[in-house]
């Protein structure tokens, strides 16, 4: 059974939000500013995005989702919603293209998760009362197993699309036309010069110190940076992360601090490699 047309089986998801791009425009407006093509996208489609600056650097990901042929719903970080809200508007320039915030729309998720990435089960609807919020997922950990990079203020800006992983995801496509920051990533990618990649971590000491805030440095034990921790989640037993991290890294013992004290972490692998 299809849980997403049943709203009493749906849970809501905190650290997501909802924006509308609506108008005539829309299509091309987001095809020009993202890293992929959205305007080949059928109705209720979704395809995950990027959006640069004009160095390259993600601002934030998206999850695109065709709303109405004229219509499109961007799920995005909670954290970063005023920041898009602020910035977009500034290309818009006599385009016909109205980006407005969704107070009445919730991003849910079916409390109980298919097998698939949790992003393609993510939903806008309209907030009924009927939904819960403690489906009992632990949905950022969900997000971080899949390699999906939510960014927070503290990380956005930060990184090519490239380190986290974006090609992976098929939220870049190397092939379509200009965009933000397209010259600097096409041309990072043709030359190879990506020495930093999206790993996948898990702390090594006791849960109770968990979170750390995005952005936080990630070091070695004489204090030399390695990379910056992208996200974090507390699963139950352990608390597992993202992190943007050198390629050089291994066999060096790593750490950040949370609560002023440093917590062992353990790479286990990049995402999108074997």
């Known amino acids: 059974m299809d849980t997403r047309n049943n709203l009493n089986m749906m849970q809501t998801v905190p650290h997501l939000d909802c924006i509308e791009i609506s108008g005539a425009d829309a299509a091309g407006f987001l095809d020009a500013q993202l890293s992929v093509n ?3 996208l059928e109705n209720s489609a979704r395809r995950l995005a990027c959006w640069c600056n004009a160095k390259g650097q993600v601002i934030a990901t998206f999850l695109v989702i065709r709303h109405t042929p004229q219509a ?3 799920i995005l970080s909670t954290s970063l919603t005023g920041v898009v809200l602020k910035r977009m508007p500034m290309y818009v320039l006599r385009s016909q293209v109205d980006i407005n915030a969704a107070p009445e729309l919730q991003v849910t998720a079916p409390q109980r998760l298919r097998n698939d990435p949790l992003w393609k089960q993510l939903e806008c609807v309209n907030d009924t009362g009927n939904l819960t919020s403690d489906g009992g997922d632990n949905l950022p950990a969900h997000d971080i197993e899949d390699g999906i990079c939510w960014l927070a203020p503290e990380t956005s800006e930060q990184f090519l699309p490239q380190m986290l992983a974006m090609e992976h995801l098929g939220a870049l496509d190397y092939q379509k036309g200009c965009y933000p920051g397209q010259e600097i990533i096409a041309r990072t990618h043709y030359l190879g010069r990506v020495k930093r990649r999206l790993w996948r971590i898990q702390v090594n000491t006791p849960a109770a110190h968990l979170q750390a805030t995005p952005g936080a440095p990630i070091v ?3 204090g030399g ?4 921790l992208v996200t ?3 699963t139950g037993s352990c ?3 993202l992190a943007v ?4 890294h291994i066999d060096t013992v790593l750490s950040y601090e949370t609560n002023g004290t440093q917590q062992t972490v353990s790479a286990s692998h990049a995402i999108g490699t074997t």
């Open 72 to 74: 499109y719903r961007l």
């Open 245 to 248: 991290l050198r390629d050089n």
């Open 220 to 222: 070695d034990t004489q």
């Open 232 to 234: 974090s989640a507390d």
């Open 225 to 228: 940076i390695h990379g910056q």
């Open 38 to 40: 959205v305007s080949d």
């Open 239 to 241: 608390t597992i992360g």
